[in-house]
T-cell receptor, first 110, second 115 residues
Framework: EDQVTQSPEALRLQEGESSSLNCSYTVSGLRGLFWYRQDPGKGPEFLFTLYSAGEEKEKERLKATLTKKESFLHITAPKPEDSATYLC???????????FGQGTTLQVKP | EAGVVQSPRYKIIEKKQPVAFWCNPI?????LYWYRQNLGQGPELLIR????????DSQLPKDRFSAERLKGVDSTLKIQPAELGDSAVYLC?????????????FGPGTRLTVT
């Protein structure tokens, strides 16, 4: 069964304090792994796509990496505006579905 | 470019009442999705359309939920009758089909409260 688990559920950081969010997955045929950002009261916003182990993508203070079993979202020197829920999802080639994890809620304090 | 549009943004109804949600996807996106998101959880797929065809409705509770996508553009999701457990945010998303299907663009959602 396709499954995505994110940890931690919640993370509180001081501004400038770097950290990583984890996404562990099992999927029958990985078409891609996706990271989304969701702000309160809004729909998820696409951030990155990763297709194969070893791949990395960067955007401002965020860097996503992928192995065969998990993905990490590294946040370098975060700012308060990075506060949001970060969702990881796998696209299954078996079902064609996007399977989401439960998300990590990040709070960055000034 | 306009994003995915959903209405209404909020809806409060009593149990056993019907409710409908409307979605207008991004122009050119043939694939349309309806998701349900419970508090503290990720979105869960209810139904996926390729143009007018519902290609995956395996997660749609068909006894009370229905959806349609006339002319392959706008879509409506209906619940009749609503139950207390249907309280959630209903998200519409759209994408290009095939390999690009994981890169989805979401609307703001409709927050449904059933009392």
């Amino acid at each position: 069964e396709d499954q995505v688990t994110q940890s931690p559920e919640a993370l509180r950081l001081q501004e400038g304090e770097s950290s990583s969010l984890n996404c562990s997955y099992t999927v029958s045929g990985l078409r891609g792994l996706f990271w989304y950002r969701q702000d309160p009261g809004k729909g998820p916003e696409f951030l990155f796509t990763l297709y194969s182990a070893g791949e990395e993508k960067e955007k401002e203070r965020l860097k996503a990496t992928l192995t065969k079993k998990e993905s990490f979202l590294h946040i370098t020197a975060p700012k308060p505006e990075d506060s949001a829920t970060y969702l990881c999802a796998v696209h299954s080639s078996n079902t064609g579905k996007l399977i989401f994890g439960q998300g990590t809620t990040l709070q960055v304090k000034p | 470019e306009a994003g995915v549009v959903q209405s209404p943004r909020y809806k409060i109804i009593e149990k056993k009442q019907p409710v409908a949600f409307w979605c207008n996807p991004i122009s050119g996106h043939n694939t349309l999705y309806w998701y349900r998101q419970n508090l503290g959880q990720g979105p869960e797929l209810l139904i996926r359309y390729e143009n007018e065809e519902a290609v995956d409705d395996s997660q749609l509770p068909k006894d009370r939920f229905s959806a349609e996508r006339l002319k392959g553009v706008d879509s409506t999701l209906k619940i009749q009758p609503a139950e207390l457990g249907d309280s959630a945010v209903y998200l519409c998303a759209s994408s290009f089909p095939g390999l690009a299907g994981g890169e989805q663009y979401f609307g703001p959602g409709t927050r449904l409260t059933v009392t």
